[in-house]
């Protein structure tokens, strides 16, 4: 209960006043289950590319860090291939920071922080911290081929579910009135089908033939209804 009023309430204050490229909701209507978007720094390896990231919120939050792993690749020392981070808020003392004053927002903001500024004296990837040390134009090189190949969008923008569904009803509208507006144009197309004669010929009951000429008195005779009514005035 303590968890779901926390965690509901700093939602709530992400929402109001989001962190520059930050966004986070609860994955299916859960508490324990949240996720994220993370948005890449402009001048850095990882501009254009939009991070997502899976939040696991413990049963003795905020007493406890939550468990936060991207599920978009990234090229970093400080995140291993499988999405694991390696940050000191992320673990509890004497071996990390986590306070329980901290929130989802603040560790949102601090790994975005360390994808700008990477630390290397403390890698997951020790191959990618070497370079990153000793080769930085490689290292960056490898890293923005790894946004491109993996993370740039066609849109760059934090999407929540809220946003998708705004968007699709308005896709229905529009699509609905489009179909309406070809709906009047046919019928507007069968109206000027007949020339200005036709038409009145058509109003003063005066049958038309599908060439647009009106039938001549020999064409009516021919007519079943009408041989019917002449056999009767008979």
Same mark, same amino acid.
């Given at each position: 209960?303590?968890?779901?009023?926390?965690?509901?309430?700093?939602?709530?204050?992400?929402?109001?006043?989001?962190?520059?490229?930050? +966004?986070?909701?609860?994955?299916?209507?859960?508490?324990?289950?949240?996720?994220?978007?993370?948005?890449?720094?402009?001048?850095?390896?990882?501009?254009?590319?939009?991070?997502?990231?899976?939040?696991?919120?413990?049963?003795?939050?905020?007493?406890?860090?939550?468990?936060?792993?991207?599920?978009?690749?990234?090229?970093?020392?400080?995140?291993?291939?499988?999405?694991?981070?390696?940050?000191?808020?992320?673990?509890?003392?004497?071996?990390?920071?986590?306070?329980?004053?901290? +929130?989802?927002?603040?560790?949102?903001?601090?790994?975005?922080?360390?994808?700008?500024?990477?630390?290397?004296?403390?890698?997951?990837?020790?191959?990618?911290?070497?370079?990153?040390?000793?080769?930085?134009?490689?290292?960056?090189?490898?890293?923005?081929?790894?946004?491109?190949?993996?993370?740039?969008?066609?849109?760059?923008?934090?999407?929540?579910?809220?946003?998708?569904?705004?968007?699709?009803?308005?896709?229905?509208?529009?699509?609905?009135?489009?179909? +309406?507006?070809?709906?009047?144009?046919?019928?507007?197309?069968?109206?000027?089908?007949?020339?200005?004669?036709?038409?009145?010929?058509?109003?003063?009951?005066?049958?038309?033939?599908?060439?647009?000429?009106?039938?001549?008195?020999?064409?009516?005779?021919?007519?079943?209804?009408?041989?019917?009514?002449?056999?009767?005035?008979?």
């Amino acid at each position: 209960m303590r968890r779901s009023l926390r965690i509901s309430k700093e939602l709530s204050q992400l929402e109001r006043e989001p962190p520059p490229g930050v +966004s986070c909701w609860m994955k299916n209507e859960s508490t324990n289950q949240l996720q994220a978007q993370i948005i890449g720094d402009e001048k850095t390896p990882y501009s254009d590319g939009v991070f997502d990231l899976e939040i696991q919120v413990p049963e003795r939050y905020p007493m406890e860090p939550p468990k936060v792993q991207f599920l978009t690749p990234i090229y970093h020392p400080n995140i291993d291939s499988v999405g694991r981070i390696c940050l000191d808020l992320l673990k509890m003392p004497p071996s990390g920071n986590w306070k329980p004053s901290l +929130s989802i927002g603040t560790l949102l903001t601090s790994i975005k922080l360390l994808m700008s500024q990477p630390n290397p004296d403390d890698p997951l990837m020790a191959d990618i911290s070497t370079e990153f040390l000793t080769n930085r134009v490689v290292f960056e090189q490898k890293a923005r081929e790894h946004t491109h190949k993996h993370a740039v969008q066609k849109t760059t923008a934090v999407t929540s579910p809220k946003q998708v569904k705004d968007q699709s009803d308005s896709n229905d509208s529009d699509q609905s009135e489009s179909s +309406s507006d070809e709906s009047d144009q046919s019928g507007s197309s069968s109206d000027e089908s007949h020339s200005p004669a036709d038409q009145l010929a058509i109003q003063e009951g005066i049958p038309v033939s599908q060439a647009g000429k009106r039938l001549s008195v020999e064409d009516l005779n021919a007519q079943p209804h009408a041989k019917k009514h002449k056999a009767h005035q008979q």
